[in-house]
């Protein structure tokens, strides 16, 4: 009959007959969303095993080892005060399959300037690494971020989307009390994490500063940064870095620091982001497809990914 014909003619997902409006966009292959609300929605895989990278729309990572491996938040400082990136005024969200991209701006503390941070999995160790570059010089900013709360909780089923008690975007946010136990030791532009779950090493482009600080200040920068060098039971690792303009990158890689783990150095971080980004697009441009329609075309390159891992 003409109804059931009607249910049966081929349709696309647009706007008149879709009930809730596409929130990522394909641009060049790109999956793209500006200032979007999920945290922790866009896994990274790393070396076909369960140890992976939780990033999202806000530019905050939580490693699962398996196991909750802890939170990294990242921030910027200036005269003007102090940020979480994830609060920034402008958030430009970039899948490019097997990484995530950030544009960010922000008048208040940027100017007219914009922050881009690339995030990618390491090819050779379980790890990942950090690459921040601002565009122009308008006043000095430094790169701040801090780390904790490796306790290794794994969820009822490793942090499925959809699968756990509560959203990823809250069962992966990292609560004071995971940090109990934690202990780090500080050396020159390098860390290590040791808890009774995991032990995390992190590394940093020379220039860098670290200090411990009281997770109960998680959530407020000014405050958690003002609480560095007191000692508390619930500790988190803090670090800042000058940011130098006109696009000359600095770095910061953390890794899961079992017993076979290789050191990481500071002069080695450009080699490694390098090897990274070239193991990534060997992966995601295996298959290449080119049609007229970019969603298709993004697909192909986020399978490859996805098939890999």
Request: aromatic fraction near 8%; charge should be neutral.
């Amino acid at each position: 009959n003409s109804r059931l014909e009607r249910q049966l003619q081929p349709h696309g997902n647009f706007s008149n007959n879709s009930a809730r409006p596409l929130r990522y966009w394909a641009v060049n292959w790109d999956c793209v969303i500006t200032n979007g609300t999920e945290f922790f929605n866009r896994p990274l895989y790393c070396l076909n095993s369960a140890f992976r990278i939780d990033g999202g729309d806000k530019p905050e990572f939580s490693l699962y080892l398996p196991g909750r491996g802890g939170n990294l938040r990242l921030g910027i400082q200036t005269s003007a005060g102090v940020k979480w990136l994830n609060e920034a005024q402008v958030i430009i969200t970039r899948y490019r399959p097997g990484s995530l991209i950030y544009d960010l701006r922000d008048s208040a503390l940027l100017g007219p300037r914009q922050l881009q941070l690339t995030v990618l999995p390491l090819s050779d160790r379980k790890g990942f690494i950090v690459r921040a570059e601002l565009d122009s010089e308008w006043m000095p900013v430094e790169l701040v971020w801090a780390f904790g709360g490796a306790n290794g909780m794994k969820g009822a089923r490793g942090g499925d989307i959809g699968c756990e008690r509560e959203p990823v975007s809250q069962f992966f946010q990292l609560h004071p009390e995971e940090c109990r136990g934690d202990e780090f030791s500080i050396a020159t532009n390098t860390f290590r994490l040791h808890s009774r779950a995991a032990q995390i090493a992190g590394v940093a482009s020379a220039g860098a500063t670290f200090a411990v600080a009281d997770a109960n200040q998680w959530a407020d920068p000014a405050q958690l940064f003002a609480s560095a060098g007191v000692s508390n039971p619930l500790p988190v690792i803090t670090g800042k870095i000058p940011l130098p303009p006109g696009r000359q990158p600095v770095y910061l890689a953390l890794q899961d620091a079992g017993a076979e783990a290789k050191t990481i150095s500071a002069g080695q971080l450009p080699r490694l982001f390098s090897e990274a980004e070239a193991h990534r697009r060997a992966i995601a441009e295996r298959v290449v497809v080119a049609t007229p329609d970019p969603f298709i075309n993004a697909a192909a390159g986020a399978l490859n990914i996805a098939a890999d891992a």
